[in-house]
């Protein structure tokens, strides 16, 4: 069973940068295509990134694109969200998702066939 756990959310101004890090054990990582979710307060929790288990694939939310970049290593075992030019609204919980069938595809599918989950990292973004 894989755990995954995040981290370096944190306090930042709008239009500054972050980098979310999960960091997968008790798993052959590269087993595994990797996500990035994220729940604002008062909201449900919504797709954010996907990529696939080779690294050579990536999906993203429109709201995101051109912003947020999902990366993997393998060697590492960790899955990254580099978050740039960040506003108010991309304040919420980001949560890690790793899953062994779904691809790029964790938006298309309820979020209940996702195999694994994170703990969630905090993120807020101040204007």
């Not at 997968?24 to 990582?29: D, L, V």
Request: hydrophobic fraction near 35%; aromatic fraction near 12%; charge should be positive.
């Amino acid at each position: 069973q894989v755990q995954l756990v995040e981290s370096g959310g944190g306090l930042v101004q709008a239009g500054g940068s972050l980098r979310l890090s999960c960091a997968a054990s008790r798993g052959t990582f590269s087993s595994y295509h990797m996500g990035w979710f994220r729940q604002a307060p008062g909201k449900e929790r919504e797709f954010v990134a996907n990529i696939n288990r080779s690294g050579d694939s990536t999906r993203y939310a429109d709201f995101v694109k051109g912003r947020f970049t999902i990366s993997r290593d393998s060697a590492k075992n960790t899955v990254y969200l580099q978050m740039n030019n960040l506003k108010p609204e991309d304040t919420g919980v980001y949560y890690c998702a790793a899953d062994r069938t779904l691809g790029t595809w964790f938006q298309a599918f309820p979020q209940g066939a996702i195999d694994y989950w994170g703990q969630g990292t905090q993120v807020t973004v101040s204007s």
